[in-house]
């Protein structure tokens, strides 16, 4: 079951009659929660969770919800979350401001947990919505692209670990920005790459902020 306040929306989308795309995001977001596309494979049920809005500044594209998002609906709501919001400089309001970020996994539902951890976002999820999410978020000035998976969808070009990406960040900055997942999981990756907390995090809180700065009245 899907509940209504598993997604945190926007639903005042601008789109008129006679622009494109046809569709506003208020309904486009209405089919992802009635979506059951791969719902055979899902051992706790569909439940998509993501947060847009069309007005977003930042997007985070990420993997795909946890057992403990799956359960109270709220995106990055744990240990991963609060580190992310350190790493961008940002209050939970400002994280949970559909106005200016934009949180989407790329697979919208909990897959469950294999034998190494949760299993990966469902292949079905992204071709299905990604594309159509996107060309509705037309106010982004960065993307942050959140581990593996959202880095073989978001970068595809770009060939390379999750590591040698986030190394060469410089490649994409300002627009777009690999990292790596937020977990606590990843403490001995922070470690043994210093140069993360030292150039690469400084760098984006500093572009966030500019960010905020330029359309303050946007973000509330
Ligand atoms: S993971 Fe994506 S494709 Fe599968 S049921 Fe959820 S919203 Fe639909």
Redesign the pocket.
């Known amino acids: 079951m899907v509940a209504a306040d598993s997604l945190r929306l926007q639903r005042n989308s601008s789109a008129s009659p006679h622009s494109r795309p046809v569709k506003s995001l208020s309904a486009l977001i209405s089919d992802?929660q009635a979506?059951?596309?791969?719902?055979e494979h899902?051992p706790h049920g569909?439940r998509?969770v993501l947060q847009v809005g069309a007005q977003a500044r930042i997007l985070i594209a990420g993997q795909?919800p946890g057992r403990k998002v799956h359960e109270s609906g709220v995106p990055f709501d744990d240990a991963s979350g609060d580190r992310l919001r350190s790493w961008l400089g940002l209050s939970r309001e400002q994280f949970y401001n559909p106005k200016l970020v934009a949180l989407l996994p790329m697979?919208?539902?909990y897959?469950g947990t294999g034998k190494s951890g949760d299993l990966p976002?469902?292949p079905?999820?992204a071709p299905?919505?990604q594309r159509q999410v996107l060309s509705r978020l037309g106010k982004l000035q960065i993307t942050l692209v959140v581990g593996q998976y959202a880095q073989a969808y978001h970068m595809r070009s770009e060939a390379g670990s999750v590591t040698e990406l986030v190394l060469a960040w410089r490649k994409s900055w300002p627009h777009i920005v690999p990292l790596p997942h937020p977990s606590p999981r990843n403490n001995l990756w922070l470690k043994r790459n210093p140069w993360f907390e030292t150039e690469l995090i400084p760098a984006l809180r500093m572009r966030v902020a500019d960010i905020l700065g330029n359309d303050r009245q946007a973000a509330y």
């Open positions: 992802i979506c059951r596309l791969c719902a899902l569909p998509p795909a697979g919208f539902c897959p976002p469902r079905e999820c299905a919505w």
